[in-house]
């Protein structure tokens, strides 16, 4: 698996609620898997964050999707200090004033800071229940478009807006899309899913996958499949 350029593009949702379960859940999966997203869950529970560290220091990379949004000064400094901590990948709400304030405080780092646009678990109804009156794609094309005006190093967005999404940013931003779903699966509370071989061919640079890989009765051969499935596309 270490020579397969897929690898690094599958990042494993570790939405648990105990370092003991991640911990379990990453010595199980080995080197199939070397990259994982912490979560609220995950950040907040006792030791989260110091776990987080560990994984980056061990050479595993960490997508850290805390969705920022604050005044400028705070932004700033929560980027600075998760800029210390070694972590490959930060979301924030993708807000202007935010996501300039976040570019600013991580120039000159490797961290790739990722706008987040529209939840994946909102549709339609719920963005016009919040008081927005564009619909989902409008809004994120929108915001991908702010984002890159930003200087920022990615986007997460649904798969099923990453190839309007691939077009507003360029070849060189990534696409992050959550919500993915192998053929066959539960949705769970995902309303705009696609299958991982879709969202590669939409032009998703990387895919989040939780439930189907964490609550697989064997991970590491469900991991495999979802990356011969996104090798295949």
């Known amino acids: 698996m270490t020579g397969d350029p897929m690898r690094d593009r599958l990042i494993v949702g570790l939405d ?3 370092i003991k379960e991640a911990e379990s859940i990453v010595l199980e999966l080995g080197e199939t898997v070397n990259f994982y997203k912490i979560g609220y869950q995950l950040a907040y529970a006792p030791g989260g964050l110091d776990f987080a560290q560990q994984l980056a220091k061990s050479g595993v990379k960490v997508f850290l999707d805390l969705k920022l949004l604050d005044i400028d000064n705070t932004v700033a400094k929560g980027v600075e200090a998760v800029v210390r901590m070694g972590m490959t990948m930060l979301t ?13 405080a991580a120039r000159g780092s490797n961290l790739c800071l990722l706008g987040v646009t529209v939840l994946t678990s909102m549709d339609a109804q719920d963005l016009a229940d919040a008081g927005y009156q564009s619909d989902p794609r409008t809004l994120v094309l929108r915001r991908a478009e702010q984002a890159r005006s930003a200087g920022m190093g990615g986007i997460v967005c649904s798969a099923d807006e990453a190839a309007a999404v691939r077009n507003v940013v360029g070849p060189d931003m990534a696409v992050v899309t959550p919500g993915i779903r192998p053929a066959g699966s539960d949705h769970g509370d995902q309303k705009r899913v696609v299958t991982p071989a879709d969202a590669i061919r939409r032009g998703a640079s990387h895919l989040v996958v939780a439930r189907p890989i964490v609550g697989a009765v064997d991970r590491k051969a469900a991991a495999s499949a979802i990356i011969a499935e996104m090798q295949a596309a």
């Open 16 to 18: 648990i609620p105990t």
């Open 92 to 104: 924030l709400h993708a807000y202007p004033k935010a996501m300039k304030a976040a570019v600013d």
